[in-house]
């Protein structure tokens, strides 16, 4: 059972993770797992992308 409950506690991401994709757009874990999904994004919804 999943229980939905307000957030008690929140961890920014450490800076080197921020934009990670636009910074390594190459590595393999950006092309593999983030390009595939950045796509479908960008189809979808590209009339409301500037």
């Not at 991401?13 to 796509?39: F, L, M, N, S, T």
Request: one cysteine or more.
């Amino acid at each position: 059972m999943t229980e939905v409950k307000p957030l008690e506690h929140f961890w920014p991401a450490e800076p080197e993770h921020h934009r990670y994709y636009d910074k390594y757009p190459q590595d393999p874990y950006c092309q593999a797992v983030i390009a595939p999904k950045v796509g479908k994004v960008v189809q979808r919804f590209r009339p409301l992308l500037k």
